[in-house]
C-alpha cells in the first residue's frame, strides 16, 4: 500500500469514528432513549460506509428497499401484521415533503378487509391511515431508517399475501413526486404493471406459517 493510500485510509477512519461521535451526540439530543441513539448513529455511519462503497442512486434505492422489506416480514413474523389471501401493506419513500406523517414517509393498505389485522384490530373500521400501519410496524422498522427524502420520485415496498402463509414482496419505483399522486395505487395489478422496473424479477417470494 503507497503512503497516499494509507494516508487516505486514515482520513476515511478518522472521518467514521469522528461521525460517530457526532451521531450520538445529536441523536441522544433529539431522542428519548440511548438505545435508539446509538441505533441511528451506528445507522448513518453504516450509510456512510455504504455510500463510500456505491453511492449510485440504485445501489441506495435497492438498500432502502431492503430494509423496508425486512422490517415489513418482522412484523408479520412477530405477529404485529396479520394478513390472508389478497391482503396487501405498502411502506413509502418520497420526494415530497408530508405534512400528514411529519416526514418523506408515506404507505397504504388493502382498505375494508376484514381479514387484513393491526395488531389484532381488524383493518375495517378500525383503519385511521399511515400512523395506524405505522404503529404495528415500528418496532421492527425504525423509522430514520427509511424515512429519507428522495432525489427524485419515489420508492416503496408491497408486500402481498396469497394466502396459507404464501407472500410476495413487491419492490416499486416511479416518477411522480408522491405514491399519492399515483392513479389506481390500491390495485395491485396496476402496480405490477406500471411501477415494477424490472418486472417479475423485481418480486420476492417468501413463507410464514407462524412460530
Not at 50 to 68: F, H, I, T, V, Y
Amino acid at each position: 500500500m503507497t503512503y497516499k493510500n494509507e494516508k487516505a485510509q486514515g482520513i476515511v477512519e478518522y472521518a467514521l469514528i469522528l461521525a460517530f461521535i457526532v451521531g450520538v451526540a445529536v441523536a441522544l439530543f433529539n431522542s428519548n432513549g440511548l438505545a435508539n441513539a446509538i441505533g441511528e448513529a451506528f445507522f448513518h455511519v453504516s450509510e456512510t460506509i455504504n455510500n463510500a462503497m456505491d453511492d449510485s442512486p440504485e445501489a441506495k434505492q435497492k438498500r432502502l428497499q431492503n430494509r423496508m422489506e425486512n422490517g415489513l416480514i418482522n412484523a408479520i413474523k412477530a405477529g404485529s401484521i396479520e394478513m390472508k389471501a389478497g391482503d396487501w401493506i405498502e411502506i413509502d419513500a418520497q420526494t415530497d415533503y408530508n405534512s400528514k406523517n411529519n416526514g418523506y414517509i408515506n404507505g397504504g393498505v388493502r382498505l375494508g378487509s376484514d381479514t387484513l389485522k393491526f395488531n389484532g384490530n381488524s383493518v375495517k373500521g378500525h383503519y385511521g391511515g399511515f400512523r395506524t400501519l405505522w404503529d404495528a410496524i415500528s418496532s421492527e422498522l425504525p423509522r430514520y431508517t427509511v424515512d429519507l427524502q428522495q432525489d427524485s420520485g419515489w420508492v416503496g415496498v408491497r408486500i402481498e399475501s396469497k394466502g396459507n402463509g404464501n407472500y410476495v414482496s413487491h419492490y416499486y419505483s416511479g416518477s411522480e413526486s408522491s405514491p399519492g399522486n399515483v392513479l389506481n395505487y390500491a390495485n395491485t395489478t396496476n402496480m405490477n404493471a406500471n411501477y415494477r422496473p424490472d418486472g417479475d424479477a423485481s418480486d420476492h417470494l417468501w413463507t410464514w406459517t407462524g412460530k
